[in-house]
C-alpha cells in the first residue's frame, strides 16, 4: 500500500503565495508520474500539474501555467506545488497522486493514477 500525505494549504489573500507538499511512503513501487488535481465545490476534479519521474518532465494546466511550479525532493519522497499569484478561481482542494502504469502523454486525466492523498484545502479571498 502507498500513503500519500498533502499539506500546506490555507487561506492566503488574492495576489499571495502557498506551498504543498506531498509526502509518499509505503511498500516500495515504481512510480511513473506524480501529479496534483483539485475539486472545487460542484465541479468535477481536475489536472493542474503532473511530473514525469524518470524523465523529468513537467506538464501544466493552461490556467495555472506561469504561476504554478511543480517540483519533487526523490531523497524525501515528495512532491511539492509552489503557487503564487493566486486567485480565487484557484479556491479548492488539492490532491495528490501517483502513478504507477506506464502511460504515454503527460498524465493529466485521474485514470492514469493509482494512488491519491486526502487532500488539502487552499482558500483564496478577494
Known amino acids: 500500500q502507498v500513503q500519500l500525505v498533502e499539506s500546506g494549504g490555507g487561506l492566503v489573500q488574492a495576489g499571495g503565495s502557498l506551498r504543498l507538499s506531498c509526502a509518499a511512503s509505503?511498500?516500495?513501487?515504481?512510480?511513473?508520474?506524480m501529479g496534483w488535481f483539485r475539486q472545487a465545490p460542484g465541479k468535477e476534479r481536475e489536472f493542474v500539474a503532473s511530473?514525469?519521474?524518470?524523465?523529468?518532465?513537467?506538464y501544466y494546466a493552461d490556467s495555472v501555467k506561469g504561476r504554478f511550479t511543480i517540483s519533487r525532493d526523490n531523497a524525501k519522497n515528495t512532491l511539492y506545488l509552489q503557487m503564487n499569484s493566486l486567485k480565487p478561481e484557484d479556491t479548492a482542494v488539492y490532491y495528490c497522486a501517483t502513478g504507477t502504469r506506464y502511460y504515454s502523454g503527460s498524465y493529466s486525466e485521474p485514470y492514469e493514477y493509482d494512488y491519491w492523498g486526502q487532500g488539502t484545502q487552499v482558500t483564496v479571498s478577494s
Open positions: 509505503g511498500r516500495a513501487f515504481r512510480i511513473y508520474a
Open positions: 511530473n514525469g519521474w524518470s524523465s523529468g518532465r513537467t
